[in-house]
T-cell receptor, first 111, second 115 residues
């Protein structure tokens, strides 16, 4: 079992839909959770950052962490065509250990 | 700041040839990472440096791969000899720290095709 599992999609939704993207992980030591967004032919860029369990909201984006279930989610409200990208979850435990990335979910928002 | 700079952006080479990918990190960042991205395997960490010193190269697939960081503003990833299965997008990233407490800034990537 890989440390971080993420459904690669693709996921196609109509404009205005609520999108739910998810990752599961096996390492209970992970404490820091991130979502990176990667547009086509670009490098990933940090979108959301969460420490431990709970929710974090930023505009139309909400990141949710459930450490008891080893499950993290990213919700996008009122999705826009400009949200079309690949979304990668990433996580790490502490100290100087590097990030562990999921494979990414490709999202298309259709106008 | 110009961000992380990578060159070349595209590289097409024949099997057996040497390939050198280059990266200039963001000034002031102490950590530099090399990743490889494919559809099958996603984003894989190959090696990372702290203050120009390699810290973990366990992700380097074979001895054909080598990476150097001669100074704080330059790093190379070399593949010799290259093979078709090395075809991928190679990303360089830099950050102030190595873990998730510090955002990693990615370059635009080098798309490598080995025929």
């Amino acid at each position: 079992q890989k440390e971080v599992e993420q459904d690669p999609g693709p996921l196609s939704v109509p404009e205005g839909a609520i999108v739910s993207l998810n990752c599961t992980y096996s390492n209970s030591a992970f404490q820091y959770f991130m979502w990176y967004r990667q547009y086509s032919r670009k490098g990933p860029e940090l979108l959301m950052y969460t420490y431990s369990s709970g929710n974090k909201e930023d505009g139309r984006f909400t990141a949710q962490v459930d450490k008891s279930s080893k499950y993290i989610s990213l919700f996008i409200r009122d999705s826009q065509p400009s949200d079309s990208a690949t979304y990668l979850c990433a996580m790490y435990n502490s100290g100087n250990t590097p990030l562990v990335f999921g494979k990414g979910t490709r999202l298309s928002v259709i106008a | 700041d110009a961000g992380v700079i990578q060159s070349p952006r595209h590289e097409v080479t024949e099997m057996g040839q040497e390939v050198t990918l280059r990266c200039k990190p963001i000034s002031g960042h102490d950590y530099l990472f090399w990743y490889r991205q494919t559809m099958m395997r996603g984003l894989e960490l190959l090696i990372y440096f702290n203050n120009n010193v390699p810290i973990d190269d366990s992700g380097m697939p074979e001895d054909r791969f080598s990476a150097k960081m001669p100074n704080a503003s330059f790093s190379t990833l070399k593949i010799q000899p290259s093979e078709p299965r090395d075809s991928a997008v190679y990303f360089c990233a830099s950050s102030r720290t190595s873990g998730g407490a510090s955002e990693q800034y990615f370059g635009p990537g080098t798309r490598l095709t080995v025929t």
